[in-house]
């Protein structure tokens, strides 16, 4: 049996009540993505280019590079997402900036007494 742990978020001109686990599992999905997306970056970029440095071939070591920046793009706007979605709430919240950013703050970075303002 499942106990839940609602919280109350007042959201603006709502008041919204949720079970705890939901921003704390988005929170941990936000950090492994902070932590990982790097340390793959780094693996795959010197696996790419290692193996291009051991052809000894021109085009090898050409197309590794160009796979190294692409991952490094695609890398770069999966990190930015939290960001993007920091300023498309920022520019929607309208009169009740601070209460609807407290919301998303609360999924962004979990924190109960935060989050509970219900």
């Known amino acids: 049996m499942f ?16 079970d705890s686990m ?11 993505i902070k932590i990982g ?6 693996i795959f970029g010197m696996m790419d280019l290692g193996k291009a440095v051991m052809a000894q071939k021109e085009d090898e070591i050409k ?12 890398a770069v706007i999966v990190f930015l997402v939290v960001f993007i979605v920091q300023i498309v709430f920022n520019l929607v919240a309208g009169d009740n ?10 999924f962004i970075d979990y924190n109960e007494s935060a989050c509970n303002n219900g």
């Open 3 to 18: 106990i839940l742990n609602e919280i109350t978020m007042n959201c603006g001109a709502t008041s919204l009540t949720i």
């Open 37 to 42: 997306i790097p340390i793959l970056l780094i």
């Open 97 to 106: 900036k601070e209460s609807t950013w407290n919301c998303v703050k609360c």
């Open 22 to 32: 939901l921003p704390q599992l988005v929170t941990t999905v936000i950090n492994i």
């Open 63 to 74: 197309k590794g590079w160009q796979t190294f920046v692409k991952r490094m793009a695609a």
